[in-house]
């Protein structure tokens, strides 16, 4: 499974990715969505800035408590600002890893975030959880980005965030 380090350097290049994805968006596209429940573009991005640090504090604390002050303050989130709110969060992300041992990271039992189904170490949920579900609305900012009318959106925006 991925070391601390490794997680830490995923979620900086999901980082990476997502910021260009977003400065290739103009404001005219941030009220796109595929359908009236899903999420428009904007409320994408918001919780993009949240995501990530939202399961880690779940996976160290067991606990959602931290939820509703994360969604609020990523109310604030726009697309200019959006690159600095996904620097915060990994900053968030690396202070709360801070305090887990090498060894607490890869024997630490946590449950999952459904709370159903067996516990698994830490490693794991935020491998299995947090950085897939970080890679997951990255390529669904891709499509909408390219269904909003950025058709010339290529593999290596999604993949390596450049053109």
């Not at 897939?132 to 499509?143: E, H, K």
Request: aromatic share 8%; charged share 20%; hydrophobic share 40%.
């Amino acid at each position: 499974m991925l070391t601390k380090p490794e997680f830490l350097a995923a979620l900086k290049r999901e980082t990476k990715i997502l910021s260009h994805l977003a400065a290739q968006l103009k404001p005219r596209h941030l009220a796109f969505r595929f359908t009236p429940p899903q999420r428009s573009t904007l409320e994408l991005l918001q919780y993009l800035t949240i995501n990530a640090q939202a399961g880690v504090g779940y996976y160290l604390t067991g606990s959602w408590d931290h939820w509703d002050d994360l969604a609020a303050a990523a109310k604030g989130v726009n697309l200019k600002n959006f690159p600095a709110a996904l620097k915060v969060q990994v900053k968030s992300v690396q202070r709360m890893l801070a305090t887990v041992s090498d060894q607490e990271w890869s024997s630490r039992t946590v449950r999952p975030m459904s709370g159903k189904g067996p516990s698994m170490t830490l490693d794991v949920a935020l491998f299995e959880s947090t950085l897939t579900t970080c890679i997951g609305y990255r390529m669904q900012l891709f499509l909408q980005a390219k269904a909003a009318g950025l058709s010339k959106l290529g593999s290596s925006d999604l993949w390596a965030g450049k053109h």
